[in-house]
């Protein structure tokens, strides 16, 4: 793994696991927030319309709740519910408040919506040696911002942020995609990346690693599938995902440096108009 990243390493993907990177995201905030980190709290009480400052802060609030979420205390009493989001689009049924409900998301268009580009941009100069590793956390793992090498790819979250930084960059707010992956054998995948749909309607596209071969190998491959649609510069369907009927493939070839947005790019500008 790249880096020695502590919110990174605890965060690492693993399918399955007891604690799902969601719950690394919200115990990362908590931690900040309750140590006070003062430039975390402004963005935190301006979203609540309030100067108090934090004086409490818990996770996965009340007995109902079904996500690692943030209940915020402030000085003056005021008590925040704050949904954390790293996946756009997630329609979770969140426990009952009756103070304000804030989001931390990708989008800042709704009120009381803190974004992580802003978490990430407030933490990027802390004196805080840990402030600073969740910031690069923030964009690498969550915002999907740097290059990804192979072995990050296999065993972070950061492929499936990349992905998802590429479809809004393209396809901007009303892309629909889920993360997918086949189970690991012996740390290695079939496949794993993304399915997505650039208009919000049925997931019939899919983009990220391929393994070379079977038996699985070491090595994998970017590439684009499409269910219904023709994709420039077609390739045969690999024999990892021999068990897929999905007609239409395009590649760019085995993975031997870290792979980025402009990869990425690349190769959803092989989808048909």
Known sequence: MDGANLFTML????????????????????????????????????AAGTQGAVTDVT?????????AD?????????????????????????PRSEGPRLRVAFDGGADGAVTWNAIADALADDADRLAREFAEFVRRDVLGLEAVGLDDALHTNRLYALGGAALRDRFGDGVRYENSSSTPVQGRYRYLGT?????????????????????????????????????????GQPRATGNWRW??????????????LAEYGALLGRMGS
Not at 203 to 221: A, K
């Open 70 to 94: 943030l209940g915020i205390t402030f000085a003056d009493g005021r008590e925040a519910l704050v949904e954390i989001e790293v996946a756009p689009g997630e329609t979770v049924e969140r």
């Open 247 to 260: 007609e239409y493939w395009s590649g760019m070839g085995r993975v031997v440096r870290p792979v980025g």
């Open 11 to 46: 965060s690492a993907y693993r399918p399955g696991a007891a604690s799902p990177f969601e719950d690394y995201c919200t115990n990362g905030l908590a931690y900040l927030l309750g140590t006070s980190n003062e430039a975390l709290a402004t963005l935190f009480r301006k």
């Open 195 to 235: 399915t997505f749909s650039p208009d919000g309607g049925e997931l019939r596209y899919w983009i990220g690693l391929v393994n070379e071969s079977l038996p699985l190998s070491e090595h994998y491959h970017l590439m684009l599938a499409s269910k219904t649609s023709p994709l420039q510069e077609q390739a």
């Open 59 to 67: 996770v996965q609030p009340g007995p109902d709740a079904p996500l």
